[in-house]
């Protein structure tokens, strides 16, 4: 399903905490400014005897970011380096206990899909070690999605999924994912609009976005665009789930973690829309790697309203009365999204 591609196909930070932590030592350390691509960019470059688990952390104020070595002595890259200002203010590298921390600081706010972190096995046939690679891109623009409490003035784009030539999931009584998504974000925009936001919704009939049969890849982006041509403060991408056992119940909230607020919004739409909902199942908010949540630049969540394989939440999701609540719980959820990014950005 178009919603599950995973969105490291561009500059994305990649996280490796999946990988299975074991010691490593640093051999060497070097940076270069390649000037070759289209976009210039300063690549550091850790040489190690053995690939770490490695973390990230970027700052509130998008200018610095934190990259963690677990587990790795770094004695051999330890210090403070002067590389390219145009795109690192700063770089230190210091060993605190166990772990090597890499800081850097940037010249202009970035989201942490400006910045790609990734490892490289080891190459014998060229004489070439295992490898930690850190890219920073000159083109670093500030986030323009606004934080302030309130949805007034606010742009929001809504993403009902799926549509046209993509039914999205198909319950045993044939009803369409696509076609219980857009009445809820129909009933969602108007809630909105009365206090005071801008709303754009990224398909408004039965349509595709981007073309009839378009791959995977061009639909997806498609809807990410509409957003980033709106300058979107937040990105939500409506979807329904299914699964082989109708056992399986619930709702979900998905955030990818490319801006310091997507966590905050996701958190804020699940309880919202789990609050007095017994006959919902409730799955939590879970970090994923999805498409259309990796390419925002804006806050962005996507949200499972229920299962259309559990019989009971079929049901229940073709009801209007059920849809239109579900719209107000993400008018809520919205609502206590923004009041809380005010707070976490002072």
């Known amino acids: 399903m178009r919603k599950y591609l995973f969105g490291c196909l561009a500059l994305f930070l990649i996280l490796l905490g999946n990988l299975p932590v074991q010691a490593a030592t640093v051999d060497s350390f ?12 300063v690549r550091l470059v850790f040489d190690v005897d053995a690939l770490p688990s490695v973390d990230a952390v970027l700052s509130k104020d998008g200018k610095t970011l934190e990259v963690t070595l677990a587990k790795t002595d770094g004695s051999k890259a330890k210090g403070s380096y002067t590389t390219n200002p145009e795109m690192l203010s700063s770089l230190h590298i210091e060993q605190r206990k166990r772990d090597l921390r890499v800081v850097m600081r940037f010249p202009q706010a970035l989201s942490k899909n400006a910045v790609k972190v990734f490892p490289l096995k080891k190459d014998p046939a060229n004489n070439k070690p295992y490898r930690i690679v850190i890219d920073v891109p000159k083109a670093v623009q500030a986030p323009t ?28 009584n044939n009803v369409y994912e696509k076609n219980v998504t857009l009445p809820i974000a129909k009933y ?38 509409v957003a980033e041509r709106a300058q979107a403060d937040v990105f939500l991408s409506i979807h329904i789930d299914s699964f082989v056992r109708p056992d399986v119940n619930g709702i979900t909230a998905y955030y990818s973690p490319t801006t310091y607020f997507d966590s905050i919004l996701a958190e804020a739409l699940h309880e919202e829309l789990v609050r007095d909902r017994p006959n919902f199942g409730d799955r939590g908010t879970r970090q994923a790697n999805f498409y259309l949540l990796q ?42 999204y923004f009041d809380r990014a005010s707070v976490h950005a002072q």
């Open 30 to 41: 070097r940076w270069v400014t390649r000037n070759d691509a289209r976009i210039p960019f």
């Open 145 to 172: 999605f606004k934080i302030t409490s309130g949805l007034k003035g606010k742009t929001i784009v809504l993403d009902p999924g799926h549509g046209g030539s993509d039914t999205g999931a198909i319950s045993p």
């Open 188 to 225: 969602l925009k108007p809630i909105l609009e009365e206090k005071g936001a801008r709303v754009i919704l990224t398909r408004d009939t039965d349509r595709d976005v981007a073309r009839p049969h378009a791959s995977d890849v061009e639909e997806l982006q498609a809807r990410v665009d």
């Open 295 to 336: 390419n925002s630049t804006m806050p962005a969540a996507l949200v499972e309203l229920g299962f259309l394989s559990n019989p009971q939440e079929e049901r229940l999701l073709q009801k209007k009365e059920i849809q239109k609540s579900l719209a107000e719980a993400l008018a809520r959820g919205l609502e206590v």
